[in-house]
């Protein structure tokens, strides 16, 4: 199998949860928390790390508001993220290929 290079996988990406927040973001470009939230079956403190693991990678920005007295949190990808989840993508399709 020549096309089997497991380095090529981002770990940032490659996680259940934030690969759920990367493939949501790819399609709505971006979402609130609290749809993150459900569509990904996940905590508060869950979401919040993993968030913040992407946005540390420079995958995902932040937008924090208040509407009204409430908070309101909008993710959305990146550039970068937008790449890195292209050459996510094409790397576990490599792996796959052939089976």
């Excluded at 309101?72 to 399709?93: C, K, M, N, Q």
């Amino acid at each position: 199998m020549d096309n089997f290079e497991i380095d090529r996988i981002d770990e940032v990406i490659h996680g259940r949860v934030r690969l759920g927040i990367m493939a949501y973001l790819s399609g709505a470009e971006v979402a609130d928390f609290n749809t993150l939230k459900t569509r990904l079956s996940v905590t508060d403190g869950n979401l919040s790390v993993h968030l913040r693991k992407l946005d540390d990678a420079g995958y995902v920005a932040i937008e924090k508001s208040f509407v009204g007295r409430k908070p309101l949190t909008r993710v959305s990808l990146t550039e970068r993220g937008r790449t890195a989840f292209g050459l996510y993508l094409d790397a576990i399709g490599k792996l796959v290929e052939g089976r």
